[in-house]
Structure formats: C-alpha cells, structure tokens
C-alpha cells in the first residue's frame, strides 16, 4: 500500500533528493519519492510492515535533515 | 515571508552592519595596530557567526551524522579556508553572500509554491446539505451518494452530482479552463470543483468525496511530481557524483601543487576554498523539477491534466498521433445530414421515415425522430398511424403506414424485394425508404465531427506532429468522409478493439526510438490502447473512470484543440529546464577553471552557487505561465 506524509521545513532540494535515496534502501521499501516542490513523501510498503519501516524512515530522514520533521 | 524568512533576513541585517561598519574601520586605517594580532580575526568572527552560526551547528551535527558531503560543512570548510589564510573580510563576505542567496532561494521556492496551490484551489471547504428544511454545512466528505445538497450562487460545487431543482450559470474555468460559463438546469449532471453562478442549485450527489472529480484531479496532479522525468533523474544522478567529485579536487589543488610547485599554501588553499563553494549542486536540483511542475501547472490552468514530469517529456517528442474516430474527432452523435426524396418532398421523406422507424430504439432511429421532431417542432410521429412493424434483421423494417407496406432499410433489403433505387455514395448509414414497391428516397445519418478538430489536426502539424492516424470501428466510406474533412494521413476502418491495439503496436514498431507516439481516445473500449501507447490521451468530460485512470494526459474539457497546445507547452517546459541546466553548469564549470588558475575569487564562487540557483528558479518559474 501507499501512504502519503506530510513535511514540514524540507529547506534543500538536494536533501530529498538523498532522503529519497535512503528510504528506497529500507528493506521492505517498494517505493518512496520525496518531493521539494510539495513537500510530501510518498512511501509504498506491505501494510503489515509498515509501521515498522515509518519508523526506519522517520530515522534515516533526521540522519540527512535533522530539522525537517515527517508528519505522521 | 514566514516568521523563519523574516528572521533570517534581519540576522543578514545585522550582520551587514557589523560587517560594512568593520570593513570601514580597516580600510581608513582605524584598526591599524592590531592588524598583526589575533584581535583582528577575533573582531571579524562577530559578524561571521551573527550570519553563519546555524551553518556551523549544523555542518557539526550532520558531520556526525556522516553527511560528508553537505553543504553547511562545505561552506563551513571554505569560510574557515579564508580565515585561515588571513582573508577574513572575504571569509565573512561569503557567508553573508551565501545567506542571502538562501533567503532568496527559500522565497522564491516559496512564491512558486504559493502559485501552484492557488492554481489549484479547486477544493471544496464544505457541502450545505438540507435536512428537515433546514441547511447545514458538512465536511464534503461526510456526504453520503444521493443526498441533496444545495448549492447557492458564488459556492464551489462540493461533489459530483445531478441537479434536481434551479437553473443556474456554471463557471468550469478552473477545471476546463473554458471561460464560457455552462448552463445548469434540472437533469444536468454537474462536476465537483467548478463555480456556481447565478442561481441556487439543489443536486442529488451521485459520487462520494473520494471518488468525485475534484479530488481525482488533486490526486493526480500531487502525485504527478513522483514520475520523474528522464532530465530529472538524469540531474539527481549527476548531483550524486558531482559534490563528492568537486569536493576531492579541491583536496588535490589546496596539497598537490604547494608540495610539487612549492611555495605558499595560501593561494592553493584560497583555489580549493573557491571549489568549495560551487561544489553544491543546489541550483540544479531545484530548478529541474520546479521547471516540470511549473509545466504541469501550466497545462491544467488550460483543462490538460499530465499526470507525471515524464508524460510531459514525453509530448515534447511527440510525432505521431493516433485518434480514435467516434468520441474524438466526432462527437459520437447520429443526425440526419442528407435528405435525398425521389418524387416526393423531403418533409413527406422524413415524417415516412420517423413513422417507420417509431418503435425502433437504434441509435438510427432515434436520430430519425429527433430530425422529424426538430422538423415540425417537436412533434411526435403519429404513431396510430401505423401497424404490423416487423424487424428484418440485417436489412431493416417493413411496417404498415396508413395501410401500405412501406420498407426502411438498406441497399440489400431494396435490391431483395426487387425494388430500383438510386445509390447513395454519401458516408455515413443510408436508410433506404419505399412504400408498396416504390422506391421514395433515401435518408442519410453521420456522426457529427466535433468543433475544431479541423483546427486541432492542423495545429498539431504546425508544432510538428508528422503523422495523425485515425482509427475506427466504422465503414470505410465514413472514416475516408471524415479524414478527408479534417486532413487526416491514415486511415484503418472497420476495426474490431483488439485490431486497434494492433495498430498501433505496428505504428510503435515503426517509429524511431527517440520520437513518441500519442493514442486519443474517449476511453470506451480503448482503454489497452491508452496504455500501450507512449502517451494515453483521454477525454474527460465524457470519457469513463477506467479512461482517465488508464491515461497519462487528460483533456478535461475533450477539446482535442488543447494537445498542439500542450505540446508548446512542453516544448517550452523543457527548453527552460534544459536553460537550467546549461547555465547553471556552465557558470559553476567556468567559476571552477577560473578559479583553479587562480582568476576566480570567493565573490563570483558564490554567485555560481547562490547566484545561478535563484536566477534558474526564476527562469524555471516561466513554465508556469501559461499561453
């Protein structure tokens, strides 16, 4: 399934770049985009891991932007 | 500007009073004395961490985060770099500068943002929904599908519906981009997000929030940003390499050359500190997508929603268009467009064919009836008039009309019961009619070639469209009438729905690998071919659901006009995007041979960093424009 996240003060469009990045290289991760322009994340994942692996990406997000904070 | 925009800018205020107040004391000689101390430095660090104590925070804290490569840490290493070698105005200059550029950057990412969501501002805030006489205001989304919602003038239509009671004036401008307003009255089915305008509606809901055209569209549209086109990923791939790959040379130019050439270490280390700073590839990371969704945004201001960055690179290389004929070209209407009576008059021809076709509910007959009707002012036939109507299927009807035999049908029925009629060559279906063995004339019904395909085919030559193909399910003789009408290159009739996929699987084949193929369709049966072409272009005012999700474009308003205008406008998109890019790494890649040589300093290092993305922002905000 697919669910989509809010995020607040993603400053760079490099960083989402490497957010995104990273996210697809969560095990479990089928997709991910983080867009600048409208500042959401896109995260496709089987529903029964899927709590699991927000928080993977919560965490790997604040490793590239620690500012940026995820709408959950 | 946000409460953050607004601090920063007062933090680079304040920082280029200390800093020009500074730069005043030294150059008239004020400071002179302490020049040679560490005091000088120490004054300098004042207004350097008023600007860049975030940079440092953050260049530390990502650093142990093993973000090597980020760029607070490499402004921080240059800034450093400068102080390092005794340039401690230029040092704070940098950071100043480069402060400034950001702010700038965030606002004018900020601005486009804000102009995207305006242009999009087609979500309804809440539904009036009478219950017991009495109106409330509900969340759309708690409608339930047949509710009555009322909708007064100057409200946004909540949810997609039919109206059972008032008439009223329909702006649709920011779904169709159609300027016209609609009329709205009883029976009429109405879409969610446009305009009400002069009178109160009451509608009967037909669709859920979820499900309903404005939150389809938003749906598309945000998730449009995810499919990347090739440019885009292209850009994101070559950022990967190009930070790391900058940063190691600027390595190499502040060591190698000292150790070999000898030497002082301050100009080396000063060229590394100008690779530094250019080393972020910002600019292009930011102006690439902004330029496609500016692009996106420019083509659904017009009613053209693309679903995705890389459909509208696809466009752009648009060569061939495929039509399907009923629905697209055409309006998919039957009217009675010739009239050809022998010995009698047209009129009589008419009412004998309206009579004889009464009972009959094919879309033929039905045409029939409505051209009696708009004939004799609406009129019905007077059906007691008739008796005994047979169906004689595959050739026609035999019906009795005021006691004589009369025969409607083709030209097999005539020539089978022996009857002399005179051909009729015109496309479209021929209804032939004769009573009691006498042929009277014949009728002709064609579909109906939709307003502007004319236009549509010869815009889309003029952009550059080699071949349009039309296909169709249709006679011969009808397809060649209405290709030859509108200037079409090819034409396949009488195709069955899987023939059409294999058409343009054939066409797909025979293209060079560079140009792209468009499919367009109302979406009934075509929904295959939609997605195997390279662009799926779909009606979607009379297109299906299955339609709209099975294509990458859709012309919300089925004007097929819009494609040579969306074709511009994805030309346009990726001339401005492929602008970016070549001023942007042209400026950094002259900056850094300047620079290596030592004719570049700090200032113009910054202004190919900064500089260059706020002018690319600028210039990728264009594509927003619409013709």
């Given at each position: ?72 | ?14 920082a280029f ?23 000088l ?34 402004m ?9 070698v ?6 704070v ?45 509900v ?16 409200e ?11 008439e ?8 169709t ?9 009883a029976g ?10 002069s009178?109160?509606?009451?509608v ?23 499919k ?7 850009i ?9 790959v ?37 600019a ?5 997508p ?5 692009g ?18 696809a ?70 008039r ?28 005539m020539?089978?019961?022996?009857i ?14 004769a009573q ?18 004319k ?19 249709d ?22 729905p ?9 066409l ?12 367009a ?31 990458d ?48 300093n ?16 600028l ?7 619409a013709?």
């Open positions: 399934m697919k669910k989509k996240f809010k995020m607040e003060d993603l400053d760079c469009a490099n960083c989402a770049a490497k957010m995104e990045e990273a996210i697809k290289k969560i095990p479990g991760v089928k997709d991910a985009s983080v867009s600048f322009m409208t500042q959401k994340m896109m995260v496709e994942a089987e529903e029964k891991d899927f709590d699991g692996i927000m928080k993977q990406v919560v965490s790997v997000c604040a490793k590239v932007e620690p500012d940026c904070k995820i709408l959950i | 500007m946000t409460t953050k925009q607004k601090k920063m800018l007062f933090r680079v205020l304040a009073l200390l800093f020009a107040g500074l730069f005043f004391c030294e150059h008239t000689g004020r400071l002179e004395g302490i020049e040679e101390s560490l005091l430095p120490a004054i300098y660090l004042i207004p350097y961490l008023t600007i860049g104590y975030d940079i440092i925070y953050k260049a530390i804290r990502n650093i142990i985060h093993g973000q090597v490569f980020d760029e607070n840490f490499l921080m290493i240059a800034t450093f770099g400068a102080f390092a005794g340039e401690y105005s230029e040092g200059a940098v950071m100043l500068f480069y402060q400034v550029g950001e702010l700038f950057q965030s606002y004018a990412v900020g601005k486009s943002r804000q102009s995207i969501a305006d242009m999009m501002d087609i979500c309804p805030e809440y539904a009036n929904i009478e219950q017991a006489g009495v109106l409330t205001r969340d759309p989304d708690d409608v339930e599908v047949g509710s009555i919602i009322v909708i007064r003038p100057g946004r239509i909540p949810l997609d519906g039919v109206v059972t009671e008032g009223s004036l329909i702006d649709t401008a920011a779904l981009g159609e300027s016209v307003p609609r009329r709205a009255a009429d089915t109405v879409i969610s997000g446009c305009v009400n305008g009178g109160t509606l009451k009967r809901t037909t669709k859920e929030f979820d499900d309903s055209t404005v939150a389809k569209i938003l749906e598309l549209v945000e998730n449009a940003g995810s990347k086109a090739k440019m885009e990923n292209f994101t791939r070559f950022a990967k390499y190009y930070t790391p900058v940063t190691i040379c600027a390595v190499v130019l502040a060591v190698l050359p000292p150790l070999i050439l000898g030497g002082g270490w301050g100009s080396w280390i000063q060229r590394a500190c100008i690779f530094l700073v250019i080393s972020c590839p910002c292009l990371v930011i102006s690439v902004l330029g496609f969704f500016g996106i945004g420019a083509a659904s201001r017009i009613g053209v929603l693309v679903k995705g960055s890389n459909y509208l690179e466009v752009a290389e648009m060569t061939t268009i495929v039509f399907d004929k009923t629905g697209t070209l055409t309006k998919g209407e039957f009217r009675v467009t010739e009239l050809h009576p022998q010995g009698i008059r047209g009129e009589q021809l008419l009412e004998l064919a309206a009579l004889g076709e009464g009972y009959s509910s094919h879309p033929i007959a039905v045409s029939i009836r409505e051209a009696y009707a708009g004939k004799s002012e609406g009129a019905e036939p007077d059906m007691n008739i008796s005994g109507a047979r169906e004689l299927a595959g050739y026609g009807v035999c019906v009795q009309v005021d006691g004589k035999e009369t025969l409607l049908g083709n030209e097999k029925l020539s089978d019961r022996g002399s009629c005179v051909p009729c060559q015109s496309a479209g279906t021929v209804v032939y009619v009691e063995g006498v042929f009277l004339g014949a009728v002709v019904i064609s579909d109906v070639v939709r307003e502007g395909a236009e549509a085919i010869s815009a889309m030559k003029q952009v550059g469209v080699k071949k349009c193909v039309m296909l169709t399910g006679r011969e003789e009808a397809a060649e009438a209405v290709a030859g009408e509108l200037g079409i290159d090819e034409v396949h009739a009488q195709l069955l899987a023939d059409k996929v294999a058409q343009v699987e054939r797909l084949d025979g293209q060079p690998e560079k140009e792209k193929l468009a499919f369709g109302d979406g009934i049966n075509d929904a295959p071919v939609l997605t195997r072409a390279d662009i799926g272009i779909a009606m979607g005012s009379m297109g299906s659901d299955a339609a709209i999700e099975a294509a474009v859709v012309l919300m308003d089925d004007d097929v006009r819009k494609i040579a205008a969306v074709v511009r406008i994805s030309r346009r998109t990726l001339a401005i995007v492929k602008q970016n890019i070549v001023f942007a790494l042209g400026v950094k890649a002259l900056v850094l041979l300047l620079g290596a040589f030592g004719m570049a700090m200032w113009e290092a910054v202004f190919a960093d900064v500089g260059v993305s706020v002018i690319a922002i210039n990728a905000m264009r594509a927003l424009k013709e």
